[in-house]
């Protein structure tokens, strides 16, 4: 088996949980399918289950580590939750290239406004706070950048004990070529 | 072999979290390892960022995201944008890690341990080659830890690395705690590894401390230095010329005082060793 082969292969078993999981509860078949022959699948099936599964966990935490990073409010504000959540988006995308981390952090946040859409969760202005704190995930990596959002909940208060009672807001993100840092104009609409 | 290169002392893994501590206490930084990908691609306050830290201190790149182990070989977008980087630092030498990080389109996001064999020796010394026609710094090699062991070896860790080392002409950045740690979670001798390694190119030191989880020591990069890494380091300042030692910290940042304390004894021991 080639290093190439190897190479695709461990990259898979590291990254997939399901293809982790069918490979080694049957290498041999698995093996046949990727082409390989029964040699070369019985010496891959040589590899400790414990110690692949150890592994790519610890790819996972560390994902969740730098994720945590550009979202900080909100895994403050979801607690425990932040972590599950990650775990089950985690399962279906894995970023790539130098800015991996940031493309995770923008990823996820989708995640989570969609979940907090579709299934609402606790407390019901995390949607908001996550749009929010993926604005200015965006808005880093740009040297233009106007972006106009809308907000059920006062997301910009910097405490998130501020933000729990409804009062819609309008945010502008706004950063033009060569000014090292973010403007931002704050409106209201009036209340409900 | 690298005995021309600088001695630069005890320097710090820089993180952004630490900026300001850094500079009010930079006498006892005496050099910066930057990470590259934080400074690849990026936009002008980065850039800026980047200039005040090399107005200051010597700076060291040190890579993660290369994949010197990828049969597939090396993402060319990625050495367009590392080259200018090199160009505009010109270090004294550089480092990269011996291990692949992605392969199939699959960007693994950590680094990823090579089996011990001729044909991965050959296959990192080829990828090396292509990129010294990109820049030609000196590179220095870092050993990784891994969780895995990967079947059908053909040699030791050590082995492997010292065939990389000699037949690419590098050096080799000796991470003490990645040391430690294999050797804690593969029950090896450090004395026998060290043992093995070609002497004369070992330029740099890593260290950091780590956390145990489920009877599996883990290099997080999260704890204060043990013990065992300061007695493994003090043995391998003994047996090789250092050029330099960088603390590698990366989570749950105490004050910058624990930090500044390490860095003290970590020049302590290069002094009265060396």
């Not at chain 1, 078949?29 to 010496?43: F, I, K, P, R, Y």
């Not at chain 2, 040190?62 to 010197?68: A, P, Q, T």
């Not at chain 2, 204060?224 to 003994?238: H, I």
Request: hydrophobic residues 40%.
């Amino acid at each position: 088996m080639s290093l190439l082969q190897t190479q695709q292969l461990l990259a898979r078993l590291y990254t997939n949980t399901e293809f982790r999981e069918r490979f080694f509860a049957n290498p041999q078949t698995v093996g046949a399918e990727l082409g390989l022959s029964d040699d070369e699948s019985h010496q891959l099936a040589q590899l400790s289950v414990q110690d692949v599964n150890l592994f790519a966990n610890s790819l996972k935490w560390k994902r969740l580590g730098e994720v945590r990073q550009f979202l900080p409010r909100t895994h403050l504000a979801l607690g425990k939750n932040f972590n599950a959540l990650f775990w089950k988006y985690a399962e279906s995308y894995i970023p790539s290239g130098i800015k991996k981390h940031r493309q995770d952090a923008i990823a996820f946040a989708d995640f989570i406004a969609k979940v907090a859409r579709d299934e609402g969760i606790e407390p019901p202005w995390v949607g908001d706070l996550v749009r929010y704190e993926q604005t200015w995930v965006l808005a880093y990596q740009a040297s233009i950048y106007l972006r106009v959002c809308w907000f059920r909940y006062p997301v910009h208060q910097p405490e998130n004990s501020d933000i729990c009672i409804e009062k819609p807001t309008i945010l502008v993100w706004w950063r033009f070529l060569g000014r090292p840092c973010l403007l931002i104009c704050k409106g209201r609409l009036p209340y409900k | 072999m690298f005995s021309h290169l600088p001695t630069l002392g005890v320097g710090l893994g820089f993180r952004e979290v630490c900026k300001s501590d850094l500079f009010l206490n930079r006498q006892q930084v005496d050099f910066l390892e930057i990470v590259v990908e934080h400074y690849l691609d990026v936009s002008s306050p980065k850039q800026e960022e980047l200039e005040i830290l090399a107005q200051h201190f010597p700076i060291i790149p040190h890579g993660i995201n290369l994949s010197l182990g990828s049969a597939e070989g090396l993402d060319r977008d990625y050495l367009r944008k590392l080259a200018p980087l090199m160009n505009q630092l010109n270090p004294p030498w550089w480092s990269e890690h011996i291990c692949f990080t992605r392969a199939g389109g699959v960007d693994i996001g950590h680094l990823s341990p090579l089996p011990y064999t001729k044909e991965a020796v050959e296959v990192v010394c080829r990828n090396i080659a292509e990129v010294r026609r990109w820049f030609d710094v000196p590179l220095i090699l870092e050993n990784i830890t891994y969780m895995v062991t990967l079947p059908g070896a053909e040699m030791t860790e050590a082995q492997f690395l010292t065939e990389i080392l000699e037949r690419s002409d590098c050096g080799l950045l000796l991470d003490v705690t990645n040391l430690h740690t294999n050797a804690v979670n593969h029950g090896y001798d450090v004395l026998d590894f060290l043992g093995e390694l070609p002497s004369q190119r070992v330029v740099q030191l890593h260290f950091v401390g780590g956390h145990w989880y489920d009877g599996v020591l883990i290099d997080s990069h999260s704890q204060p230095t043990p013990t065992e890494v300061w007695q493994l380091m003090a043995e391998v300042v003994d047996r090789f010329p250092v050029k330099g030692i960088v603390l590698e910290r990366d989570e749950n940042f105490p004050p910058f005082g624990e930090l500044v304390a390490e860095l003290q004894q970590a020049r302590q021991i290069l002094r009265s060793h060396s």
